[in-house]
């Protein structure tokens, strides 16, 4: 059994596959945000429920938001306070007597992805979080790219270049971002950003949702507003796409249950390409909130799940 853990700052989910990927059972709490000790003694309470109900010692995987460090087997994440520094892996594969993998969340949203049925013919995919924050994962040959600090796939905190500030104007707010920089991309293209973004410039706030409404409804202020904001995402994709030269971008989020962004983008990201790329194909996430516990999941298979299972 496959165990695959996707936790965040409200919940920790855990959900049982079978080999070939198949959900059997999942089960979900709120995230103990007390102390440390709470927050492992509730994990240590569903692998072993999960263990009891399946008869067997699973298999367990877990995407959290933050940076794995491998070598110390600890976890920094600013949205868990309780978690932030702690030995998580360390703590619990003592507890439950197995080896554990983690890794970031939107890592494991990019390789449930690659693993769709769908996508498993793309050996090079990128997977683009645009939700409360922007968040990326790298996928090459099947395997999630970590790098030397766990950092890899980090591709919300890229700088605004040259194209970007074009697009938004040279007098733009440098804001600040979560990371402590400034200029991150993450703060004008997520979906906090997109909601920044229009009250910067028409000096009202307004939710994703109702902004997108407007649009649909020919308001003049949110035409120009998203106009501006899909000129800004294909200007954005590019500078990812010459870094990692994806056969596939897997868009995950909020924003990307918006329409039209599979159908003007990548007309909007050819004028910013270098005369040799082609423009990948562009899809919505197939999984949707279940990805990040699947992708999780296989995080704990020790072997290329290509080459011994079938993935639905």
């Not at 899909?230 to 990307?256: F, H, K, R």
């Amino acid at each position: 059994m496959l165990y695959g853990f996707d936790i965040g700052g409200t919940k920790i989910e855990l959900a049982v596959f079978d080999q070939d990927l198949n959900q059997l059972w999942t089960k979900r709490i709120d995230t103990p945000q007390s102390s440390y000790q709470a927050f492992l003694d509730a994990m240590i309470s569903l692998i072993n429920e999960a263990d009891q109900r399946f008869k067997i010692k699973g298999q367990i995987g877990i995407g959290i938001p933050g940076i794995i460090n491998d070598q110390e087997k600890t976890v920094y994440t600013t949205n868990i306070e309780a978690v932030k520094n702690q030995p998580l892996m360390a703590d619990l594969e003592r507890a439950v007597d197995r080896p554990i993998f983690m890794n970031n969340d939107a890592n494991c949203f990019a390789l449930s992805e690659a693993y769709h049925k769908d996508f498993l013919q793309y050996n090079n995919v990128l997977g683009v979080i645009l939700g409360t924050g922007l968040g990326g994962g790298i996928i090459i040959n099947h395997q999630v790219i970590n790098g030397a600090n766990g950092c890899g796939g980090e591709i919300g905190h890229l700088n605004l270049s040259v194209n970007m500030l074009n697009i938004l104007g040279k007098d733009i707010p440098l804001t600040q971002c979560g990371c402590g920089l400034k200029g991150c991309c993450e703060r004008y293209l997520s979906g906090t950003g997109f909601e920044w973004l229009y009250h910067y410039y028409f000096h009202k706030s307004l939710k994703a949702k109702t902004i997108i409404e407007h649009y649909y409804q020919g308001d003049a202020n949110a035409e120009q507003h998203i106009d501006r904001y899909l000129e800004l995402l294909a200007a954005y994709l590019v500078n990812v796409m010459v870094i990692v030269d994806p056969q596939l971008i897997v868009l995950g989020g909020g924003l990307s249950n918006f329409e039209l962004i599979y159908q003007e983008v990548p007309k909007r990201i050819s004028k910013y390409l270098l005369p040799q790329m082609t423009i990948p194909r562009i899809e919505k996430a197939r999984f949707g909130d279940a990805g990040g516990a699947r992708g999780a999941a296989l995080l704990s298979l020790a072997k290329d799940p290509l080459n011994e299972h079938t993935i639905s």
